[in-house]
Nanobody
Framework: QLQLVESGGGLVQPGGSLRLSCGAS????????IGWVRQAPGKEREGVSC????????KYADSVKGRFTITADNAKNTVYLQMNSLKPEDTAVYYC???????????????????WGQGTQVTVSS
């Protein structure tokens, strides 16, 4: 059984940085792609970034491109989302999720993800 646990959220000022972690257990990262999805209050879930099995492919939503970086540490079975130049509109609950269907790539459409973590709150405010 795959379990995903997010950590690293918190309160940060505009322009600041946070690094989110997604720790996986039950399956190694060789078996699925991982995505980060966020949900702001009153809004639908939005795919933010993804990384393929093996880490060779990464994708980003236009809203975070150039500011967020997704990486994977296979030895630790952990995926990270480095978030820089944070804006108030980045405020949301951030979830990591697993996509077992994508074999060589990844995608940020939300409906491809079937296993989800519990989420971590990110608040960007002065």
């Amino acid at each position: 059984q795959l379990q995903l646990v997010e950590s690293g959220g918190g309160l940060v000022q505009p322009g600041g940085s946070l690094r989110l972690s997604c720790g996986a257990s039950g399956y190694t990262l060789d078996y699925y792609a991982i995505g980060w999805v966020r949900q702001a209050p009153g809004k639908e879930r939005e795919g933010v970034s993804c990384i393929s099995r093996g880490g060779g492919v990464t994708k980003y939503a236009d809203s975070v491109k150039g500011r967020f970086t997704i990486t994977a540490d296979n030895a630790k079975n952990t995926v990270y989302l480095q978030m820089n130049s944070l804006k108030p509109e980045d405020t949301a609950v951030y979830y990591c999720a697993a996509d077992f269907a994508s074999v060589s790539g990844c995608g940020i459409t939300v409906d491809r993800y079937i296993h989800w973590g519990q989420g971590t709150q990110v608040t960007v405010s002065s």
